[in-house]
Structures are given as C-alpha cells and as structure tokens.
C-alpha cells in the first residue's frame, strides 16, 4: 500500500478495520460453536495472535497503528482457554484480571462451553459457574434482548477533511503504470506520458 502511495493514515485505519473484523469474526465462533472452546484450538490462536503482534510491531505504529487494540476480545478469550488450573480462579481474577473488556454473559459462555481436550483439566469451579449463572439471568432481566455476540460494524471513520489533509503532491508522470495496463493497447496513453 505504502508502494501506491496510500496515506500512512489510510493504511492504519485499513488494517485497524480488518483487525476489528477478525477480533468479531473470531470471537463470535468461540461463542457459537463449542469445538472451537477447546485447550488445543486456544493454543492455536495463541499462536496465531503471537504472528499478528510480532506483524504489528515489525511493521510500526506508523502503518499498523492500534491494530492490535482491536483484538481485545479474541485475545481475552485465549488467554482464559490456554490458562492452567482455571478451577483454582475467582470470579474477580476473571473479570479483572484476566477478562476485563468482556461481560459476564461472555465468559459465562465461554466458561461453561470449555473443554481441556489435551490435558484434560477442569474447568471453572462450580461456585464461579453458579455465581455467573445468577449474575447472567439477572442481566437477561434488566437488559432484555442483549446478545453476548459482538457486533460487526463494517464502516471505517474517515472523515472528508481527512482525506482532504492527506492529499500527496504526486505527479501522475511519476508513476510507473501497473503491467496490466502497460501490456493493453487502450492505455498506452500512459506509456507517453511516462516517456515524455
């Protein structure tokens, strides 16, 4: 992108969307399908969300941006399915801790759809589960119709005096068109522009 001329602040807000689209995508499947709740598949995005952090820090916060910010969910949610001795946790050392961006509900369903398929460890106690239990149905009552999925919200906020202020001083004359369009005769205007 940075090749093409694309504004540093056009590619930080780019990949900051794809990130919060992956974050929604992710969680969301950990919530709706109990295989992906599993010891193995959170050492598996671990591993993943490692690639992504080493990406964002190789690539600078120049182009990346808070990228990483945006995987808050998914990457709270691993930690709880990698975490040894999940039995031995309170229900604050979750939500504080180890969960703090996500709601009851969420971890309520992540807990409880758990299972340790390498080790086969327990999961949450059943005081937490029952405490989070009650705290859920009582969220279901003063909040009707709240889902525990997150939202996907597509748009990306720039702004037109954004754009505006972004706008490089690039000469088309400069630019070397693309092969495609320097192989297609309709285009050879380029090619004489370039030479001239």
Request: glycine share 4%; with cysteine; hydrophobic share 35%.
């Amino acid at each position: 992108m940075n090749n093409n001329y694309v504004p540093p602040m056009i590619i930080r807000k780019t990949f900051s969307q794809v990130f919060a689209f992956m974050n929604v995508q992710l969680f969301n499947s950990l919530l709706l399908r109990r295989e992906c709740c599993s010891f193995s598949n959170g050492e598996f995005l671990k591993a993943g969300l490692q690639e992504l952090e080493q990406w964002c820090s190789r690539t600078t916060e120049e182009y990346a941006g808070t990228s990483w910010d945006e995987l808050q969910h998914i990457r709270q949610a691993v930690g709880f399915l990698v975490l040894h001795q999940k039995s031995h946790k309170t229900l604050e050392e979750i939500t504080d801790e180890l969960c703090p961006v996500l709601s009851i509900s969420q971890i309520y369903r992540i807990g409880t759809m758990f299972w340790d398929d390498k080790y086969g460890a327990q999961g949450l106690s059943q005081e937490v589960i029952g405490n989070m239990r009650t705290m859920t149905t009582d969220d279901s009552i003063t909040t009707p119709n709240s889902s525990f999925l997150l939202d996907d919200d597509s748009s990306i906020p720039i702004s037109l005096d954004d754009i505006a202020r972004l706008m490089l001083d690039i000469n088309p004359t400069d630019v070397e068109p693309p092969p495609l369009l320097r192989q297609n005769s309709q285009f050879h205007f380029l090619l004489q522009q370039h030479t001239d």
